[in-house]
């Protein structure tokens, strides 16, 4: 009986600490805006939360912001600033952007590596 108990104190406890561990980092994705955007990643798998880091090197009005629409985010560009948007997992497609003015776009695509 003793045996038993220490073993399923053991599952317990390790069970616990499987419960509280860390989720691991979101991966970081670079859009640099300059003449259109260019991706440091053309795509993410499903399912994986990303980090997307914006940085806008032109002045054109036209892109002082980018939208995300299927995520309902827009966000300001300043010229030469680190803009941080945090996409959740997603499921299989495109994950579209654009400027401001809808001029200037773009997409992420959402597919498995084989595909």
Known sequence: MKVICSLVLGLLVGTAHLAHAEPPAPREI????????????????????????????????CTKEIVFPTLGVTRELPVGQEVIIDVPPQEPGELPFRCGMNMVKGALAVKTPDA
Not at 50 to 57: A, L, P, S, T
């Open 30 to 61: 670079t859009i640099i805006v300059e003449k259109g955007y260019k991706l440091s990643a053309p795509s993410i798998a499903p399912g994986e939360a990303v980090r997307i880091k914006v940085i806008r090197k032109e002045y054109t009005p």
